[in-house]
């Protein structure tokens, strides 16, 4: 298993490349859409959100919004490393601590959740392929931060 300092260092040092791959299919949007996807998805939405790691840290004062997905989600089960599933979650976990709090400061001028919907269907609309990008780096950064920790499956997959 990787210290969080070696997942880090594999995360810059394989965010280039990915992006390089995205390249020549979407030109310069798509290697900074793979590159960007690939060091967000290794640096702060790590499969190790589940424990108090770096990735937590970075946060910084957001930190404590992943306390409730700790206790939720055990170290390096099927829901934190599983392959699309540990993405998945981690997305989802996000997008409703967005629409909670869209919703809870709202009285103070915040976007409602209909205007937040509106965007991310512009957004997919306009800019699918790149948004396409972005989280397929998103997802190979979980999968080397996986084969770093020893086995890429987690613990009901592997024999």
Do not use: I
């Amino acid at each position: 298993m990787a210290s969080g300092s070696n997942h880090d260092r594999f995360t810059s040092w394989c965010a280039l490349p990915f992006g390089l791959l995205c390249w020549p299919l979407l030109g310069w949007g798509g290697l900074l859409a793979g590159s960007f996807g690939f060091l967000v998805g290794g640096l702060w939405l790590s499969p190790d959100l589940d424990t108090r790691s770096k990735p937590s840290r970075r946060w910084g004062p957001l930190a404590p919004l992943w306390a409730p997905y700790r206790k939720l989600v055990r170290h390096r089960g099927l829901l934190s490393h599983g392959p699309l599933l540990g993405s998945g979650l981690r997305l989802v976990y996000l997008g409703l601590l967005l629409l909670g709090f869209s919703l809870l400061l709202q009285p103070l001028g915040a976007p409602r959740p209909t205007a937040l919907w509106q965007w991310g269907t512009s957004l997919w609309q306009q800019q699918q392929p790149l948004v396409l990008t972005a989280l397929a780096g998103l997802e190979a950064s979980a999968w080397l931060h996986l084969l770093q920790d020893g086995d890429p499956l987690p613990p009901p997959l592997r024999r």
